[in-house]
């Protein structure tokens, strides 16, 4: 679903989603005062994040609980539709559009009241060290963390 564009959001087919809503800042703009596209990125990153925490699941208590790193992004993608302003209050609706044996996608839609402004898209992996070698590797994502964040809130 990397890139693909979802005509109308539908809760009920997306499963768990969360938002939130603040007002753009004048460090997230360039000089002519509209967002700096990759500020875009740490927004959707900083969305992941509250996603997992509003689903049970705190990021600070999830690499203790899991025995995990984090889940590191592997591949992004974002298209943008309309431009963000120095003090625009903005919305962003996160949820996983889909699931892979360790990895996972993300869905971010960057709305301006319904308009959707922008769709971001991530590719992550939920990560851990190999015991025998310390190196970073994909490990499949908890059965419990799959099952809550495809139920509908």
Same mark, same amino acid.
């Given at each position: 679903?990397?890139?693909?564009?979802?005509?109308?959001?539908? &809760?009920?087919?997306?499963? !768990?989603?969360?938002?939130? &809503?603040?007002?753009?800042?004048?460090?997230?703009? #360039?000089? *002519?005062?509209?967002?700096?596209?990759? @500020?875009? !990125?740490?927004?959707?990153?900083?969305?992941?994040? $509250?996603?997992?925490?509003?689903?049970?699941?705190?990021?600070?208590?999830?690499?203790? /609980? !899991? #025995?995990?790193?984090?889940? +590191?992004?592997?591949?992004?993608?974002?298209?943008? $539709?309309?431009? &963000?302003?120095?003090?625009?209050?903005?919305?962003?609706?996160? !949820?996983?559009?889909?699931?892979?044996?360790?990895?996972?996608?993300? /869905? $971010?839609?960057?709305? $301006?009241? &319904? *308009?959707? =402004?922008?769709?971001?898209?991530?590719?992550?992996?939920? =990560? *851990?060290?190999?015991?025998?070698?310390? /190196?970073? @590797?994909?490990? +499949?994502?908890?059965?419990?963390?799959?099952?809550?964040?495809? /139920?509908?809130?």
């Amino acid at each position: 679903m990397i890139g693909q564009e979802m005509k109308e959001f539908d &809760s009920e087919k997306v499963g !768990f989603f969360a938002e939130r &809503s603040f007002i753009i800042e004048w460090g997230q703009c #360039d000089p *002519a005062g509209i967002v700096y596209y990759p @500020r875009y !990125f740490d927004m959707f990153n900083e969305s992941t994040i $509250h996603l997992f925490a509003a689903a049970g699941y705190p990021k600070h208590e999830m690499l203790e /609980r !899991f #025995d995990m790193i984090g889940y +590191p992004m592997i591949a992004t993608n974002a298209s943008f $539709h309309l431009p &963000s302003t120095f003090g625009d209050t903005v919305t962003i609706r996160s !949820f996983v559009a889909g699931w892979g044996k360790s990895s996972f996608e993300i /869905r $971010h839609d960057l709305l $301006h009241g &319904s *308009a959707l =402004a922008v769709a971001g898209y991530e590719k992550r992996v939920w =990560a *851990a060290r190999d015991p025998e070698t310390q /190196r970073i @590797r994909g490990v +499949p994502t908890p059965r419990e963390v799959v099952e809550r964040m495809m /139920r509908a809130r």
